[in-house]
C-alpha cells in the first residue's frame, strides 16, 4: 500500500517563503530598479506623509471622513489638511493604498496636460459611473474617450452655442414657475428642472417639459423621478448610502429600476430620432422638397455617425448630467450667493439695465464684464466639481510634492491615484489673495492701470488640458442668460434662508439648503 506524505507546515512555510523571495529579487531587478533609475535621473525626493492618527489601514480617516461628509463640512476640512500639513502636496495610506493629494497648479497642469497620456479617469470611476451612463466621454480613457470626443464635439461650435432662441422658450416657463405674490420660492429646483428641460430638447430633439405648465408626459415625469433618484444615490443619501457607487444593483431594487426607466427612455427616443433622420434625409432627397432644414438636435448628429443605438445612448446621457447638473447647480450657487448680497444684486442689475432687453444676442451676454466677473468668482468659491483624481497608469514624475520642503519632483507609481481639491486650492491665498475666503467679482476687474485677475492652472472650474469640459460655454451662456432674463422680470430679490451655504455633495456640487427667495416683480 502507498502512503501519501504530506508537507508539514514548516515546509509550507518555507516554501512560499521561497517564491517570495523569488518574486521580490525579480521585481526588484526590473520594476524597483526601473523606478530607482528615473526618480534619480528626475531628482525625486519623498512626499511628505499624513500621520498615521486614524488607525489600522487609515479606517479611522475614512469613518471621519463620511462624518464631515454628513455634516456638510467635507469641502471645508479637505482644505483644512492640507493647511495642517503644511504643504501643497502630501501623501496618506488609506485601507491600504498610498494616495497623493495636491493642490498644486504645476502638478495639475502635468496630469491634465503635459503627460496625459500617463494618467487615466481610473477603475473607480469607471466601475461606479458606466452602469448608469454606459462608456461615453465622461466613462471612458484613450482611444474610446478620443472617439466620443470628435463624435460630440460639433455639437458645442458658436453657432450652436449663441442659440438663445431655444432658450427663450424654458425661460419663460421658469419665469411662470415662480411666484409674483412675495411668497417664497426655493429657485433651486426649478433651475434643475429648467436645465434637464434645454438638455433634453437640445440633445434628444424632444424636451422632458417639466416646468411647461400642463405639458408634463407621464413618461416624462417618470423620466425625471427616476433620473433623480439615481443622482440622490451618487450623493450617498440613497438607500445604500456612500455603498451605491460600489455596491451590486440588486441590492437597491429601486435604483436598477430607475437605471434601466432612464436608458428604456433614452431607447425610445433614439429609435424615434434613427426613423425621424431617415424621413428627413429621404424628403431631403426629393426633387420637390422645399422645406427649410430642421433644428440642429444632438441626435440626429450621432445618428448620422453611427447606427450603434447603445453608444448612442451612452452618449447622450454622458452629456445629459453635464448639461444638466452643472449649469443648474451654477445657477443655483449664483442666486443664493446674490440673495444673501443685495449689493452684487444692485451691480449686477445695474448692468443688466443698461442693455437693449430686445437684443440680448450671444455677444451681448459675454461683453457685461460684472455678470462674468461674478460667475466666475462663483465658479472659485463653489465649484461645480470641488475634487478630482486620476490614477497613473504607467510610473510618472510630478514636477512638486517631494522634499522637506515640497518643491522637489516627486514619483507616482504605476496604479497609484492622486486626487487633487480644487475648492482648497481655489482658495489659497498665495494664489489668490488674503481675502480669498471672500466672494469679491471685483478681484476680476481691471481698475484704471490695475490689472484684474489673470489665471492659468490655479483656476479649474471646468477642468483643463485634452479632457476640459466641451460644454464649458454653452453651461456659462445658458447661465449668463437666465440670470439676466429673471433681473429683467424682477426688480427685487430678497434671501428666506438664514444658513450659510453648505454643500450637496452629487456627481457635481450645490448648496444644500436650496436657493430660498422672494421675487419682486418690475412694475
Known sequence: MVSIVYPSLLQAFLCLSSIYCIYRVRWELTTGQARRRLSKAKGCQPIPAWPMRFGTFGVGFVIETMKFLRERKLLEYDQQRFTT??????QMTVLRNTIVLTIEPENLKAILATDYKSWSIGRARKKSLTPFLGEGIFTTDGAAWEHSRNMLRPTFVRSQIGDLALLERHVEHLIQAIPRDGSMVDLQPLFFRFTLDTASEFLLGKSVESLAPGLVSGSSSGFEKAWDYCMLSYSGEGKLGFGAAVLPLWVDRRLQKSFKYVNDWIDDLVEKGLKELATQKGDEASPSSSSPPSRYVV????????????????????????????????????????????????????EVDAQDSDNLSFETLKDMKYLRALMNESLRMYPLVPSNAREAVEDTVLPFGGGQDGLSPCLITKGQFVMWSVYAMHRRTDLYGEDAHLFRPERWLDDGDTKGLRVSWNYLPFNGGPRVCIGQQLALTEAAYVTVRLMQEFSGLESRDPEPWREKMNLTCTGFGGCKVVLTPRI
Open 299 to 350: 441626435l440626429h448628429e450621432l445618428a448620422a455617425q453611427t447606427t450603434n443605438k447603445v453608444k448612442i445612448r451612452s452618449e447622450l446621457l454622458n452629456i445629459l448630467l453635464a448639461g444638466r447638473d452643472t449649469t443648474a447647480s451654477l445657477l443655483s450657487n449664483i442666486w443664493f450667493t446674490l440673495s444673501q448680497r443685495p449689493d452684487l444684486y444692485a451691480r449686477v442689475r445695474e
Open 85 to 90: 500639513m503644511g504643504f501643497n502636496t502630501f
